[in-house]
């Protein structure tokens, strides 16, 4: 069975991680976003990361809570 991927739209060239999770509504503060990224619970282009500030661009992409999320931009 093939997982759902929901597509995320960021308007600048790059969003932080933790901001990510919040604006896809994985978390509801950026307290919340830390502790999930330092406790290894979030992998970014299927890697874990525990860097909260890493920058994320469109293309890649962010698993969370059973869901993976890909960033797109609308930027040319």
């Known amino acids: 069975?093939?997982?759902e991927t929901a597509d995320?739209?960021?308007?600048t060239g790059f969003i932080r991680l933790d901001a990510?999770?919040?604006l896809?509504?994985?978390v509801s503060s950026g307290g919340e976003a830390k502790?999930?990224?330092q406790?290894?619970?979030v992998s970014v282009n299927g890697q874990i990361c525990t860097q909260r500030g890493r920058k994320l661009t469109a293309g890649d992409t962010v698993r969370f809570g059973g869901k993976t999320y890909?960033?797109?931009s609308d930027e040319n």
């Open 39 to 41: 406790n290894g619970a």
């Open 70 to 72: 890909r960033v797109v």
């Open 20 to 22: 990510f999770l919040k």
């Open 8 to 11: 995320v739209l960021i308007t």
């Open 1 to 3: 069975m093939e997982r």
């Open 35 to 37: 502790h999930f990224i």
């Open 24 to 26: 896809c509504a994985s």
